[in-house]
């Protein structure tokens, strides 16, 4: 009796030996094992982490890079989330090399611009989230290969050209946050390829009403209640949140002119 209780001890300090200090284990609302490793000033991956973790909070930690081969000791990885950390880029592979990777956390670090193929590592993605970072360009390739993305977060950055054929690579596109930057023109025939995007946020840009915005403004007519805004959490349609910056002063003619095109 005495032997099999100090067994038992000795199991669950092994088990405990497991633990990460700075880590919680648990697991996410699907029953995937789940490291919380949140502000735990961690620069890199902390050793003695279980391979089996499906998703891998850092939160506000020190990352100042992004590996994508360093997260290959979780061959089942599903999430990662690195908001609020320093990573200043992405960098494309030759192939991928994070196939099960469904969920991208990159919001709130130091990234400025984002290369061809950017996210060629992870080309299962369903998720991205780049927010309120200091993104200034981007390009038709950036988001290449990401047939099953679904979500895509770019709200709170620099951005001032939408290019051409960036949505080209995204047939399963649903949601795109586009609030708070500088765009304003949206190219003709943007939505081309998937007329469609059920939620739509283009709020808080200086929106140009010159003739260049006649196919926003057409876009807008036959998708209106696809235009979104949002507080917190809340959510609701409002189309009235697109609304014209410069030039103020020749905006009443402008418009009459180009619906005369119309
Ligand atoms: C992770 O842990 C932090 C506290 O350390 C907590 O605030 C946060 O809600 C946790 N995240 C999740 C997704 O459970």
Redesign the pocket.
């Known amino acids: 009796m005495r032997h099999l209780l100090l067994l038992l001890i000795l199991l669950s300090c092994v088990s405990m030996g497991a633990a990460v200090a700075g880590c919680?284990s648990?697991r996410d609302k699907d029953h995937r094992p789940r490291e919380?490793c949140?502000?735990a000033g961690f620069s890199d991956i902390p050793v003695g982490l279980e391979p089996t973790t499906k998703v891998l909070?850092f939160p506000s930690n020190l990352f100042s890079s992004l590996s994508w081969s360093s997260f290959q000791v979780f061959p089942e990885i599903y999430e990662i989330d690195l908001t609020g950390n320093k990573v200043p880029e992405v960098t494309p592979t030759a192939s991928p090399i994070l196939p099960t990777l469904s969920v991208l956390r990159l919001g709130s670090n130091h990234l400025t611009s984002l290369p061809d193929g950017s996210f060629s590592a992870c080309p299962g993605l369903t998720e991205l989230y780049l927010e309120n970072n200091a993104i200034n360009s981007l390009s038709d390739h950036t988001f290449s290969g990401l047939t099953k993305l679904e979500i895509l977060e770019l709200s709170s950055n620099h951005i001032k050209v939408l290019p051409q054929s960036m949505l080209h690579p995204l047939p399963a596109i649903e949601t795109l946050y586009l609030e708070k930057n500088k765009i304003s023109v949206m190219p003709d025939e943007w939505f081309s390829r998937k007329e469609e995007v059920p939620y739509l946020y283009l709020s808080a840009n200086p929106w140009a009403c010159t003739c260049s915005l006649g196919y926003l403004r057409r876009y807008l007519d036959d998708y209106e209640l696809n235009v979104y805004v949002r507080d917190g959490p809340e959510i609701k349609s409002e189309v009235e949140s697109v609304v014209c910056d410069a030039p103020r002063q020749h905006k009443e003619r402008r418009e009459k002119v180009c619906k005369g095109k119309m």
């Open positions: 919680r648990d919380n949140t502000a909070l």
